[in-house]
């Protein structure tokens, strides 16, 4: 079937991207479903700053590629061997597949899954194969994902399944694509990788979809206090807003001393999300002794991050990674959508901005100056 696709064909181009367009609507060949794979037509994509940090060429990935890995939609058909979905169904997609069956997926650290890291870093689908079809050279898959697009092929491995409220409606297909990644990233480095507890101090650091998102799971886990930290005093606002017991301006100079004295000390976790080693190395110093510094953002390959040595040892310091959250995708879904629906975890608060296809371009200029939360490609 053909398909019109955002297509990112080289990284690097300059902002504004309204002007320099890097990525390009273009009509596309998408091929049928394998084995194991699902047709889906997308409903709706949310920009995210991993999607930028393709653009701009500080997480560099096979070109050419259709973009997009944060997205819901509904299956229209299924190949063969597929026996947990329906034509019909609503998914919401998943940026690592999960093969299942290798040593880290035994482990319950789907994340992790070494086949679907090699197939994500080949630009291909868990099985190694590309459904997309346009002018040479062949088109790459975005994660396994490629969300926009108006439908895409993906493996079952990447797709959860979302079941109906009890009144039978399906989730709100603009507020189903956040779980994809800010809700799956951010609530789950709080309540996977933190294991954040009642009465736990947390500082979030980068108050993207990610780092709200995060905020949010910290106070549906009972967290208090909850410091938010970030340059933008409009990200400041919106954080004490959704609850946040304190608010710290990063670029002020006492801001590592204002976050320590908050949480009477330190916190006993504090979350980066900003994907910048400057933030990382300010949110360990602003980690109490014996407590836990959790990165989840995604700085250049390039960058680095140092801590006194001696303070892992005599402060029982840890510092941790989590990607997707530490998340079982198949798990953790249905039990965020729950706290949704259920009113603690208010994830529609993360949506600013709905789009069209078309304007994909304008909206990541408009997130690269900092100007929205989550932004949500909506396809008719």
Known sequence: MKVRAAVLREMGRSAPFAQSRPLVIETVQLDPPGPDELLVKLR????????????????????????????????????????????GDQVVFAFVPACGHCAYCAEGRAALCEP????????TLLSGARRWRGDAPELHHHLGVSAFAEATVVSARSAVRIAPSDDGRPLDWTIAA??????????GAVVNTAR???????????????????????????????????????????????????T????????????RDAT?????????????????????????RGGTTITAGLPHPDRRFSVPAVSLVAEERTVKGSYMGSAVP??????????????????????????KLDEINLGFDRLARGEAVRQVIVFE
């Open 248 to 259: 710290v301006l990063a670029t002020e100079a006492d801001a590592v001393a204002r976050i």
């Open 44 to 87: 709706a994509a949310g920009l995210c700053h991993s999607d930028l940090s393709v653009i701009d060429g500080s997480r560099p990935r096979v070109m050419p590629m259709v973009l997009g890995h944060e997205a819901a939609g509904e299956v229209l058909a299924i190949g063969r061997d597929v026996h947990d979905f329906a034509v």
């Open 330 to 355: 198949a798990r953790d879904l249905p039990r965020f959508v729950a706290l949704y629906r259920a009113g603690k975890l208010p994830v529609d608060r993360l949506l600013t901005h709905r789009l």
């Open 264 to 288: 009477g000390g330190g916190a006993q976790h504090s979350i980066e999300t900003a994907g910048s080693e400057l933030a990382l190395a300010a949110a360990y110093a602003a980690t109490r």
């Open 178 to 187: 956040l779980f994809g990644c800010a809700v799956l990233t951010g609530v």
């Open 196 to 246: 954040v507890a009642p009465g736990d101090s947390v500082a979030i650091f980068g108050l993207g979809g990610v780092g709200l998102a995060a905020l949010l799971g910290a106070l549906a886990s009972g967290a208090d206090p909850v410091v938010a930290v970030d340059v933008l005093p409009a990200k400041l606002e919106l954080a004490r807003q959704l609850g946040a017991t304190h």
């Open 116 to 123: 679907g890291a090699r197939a994500n870093t080949a630009g």
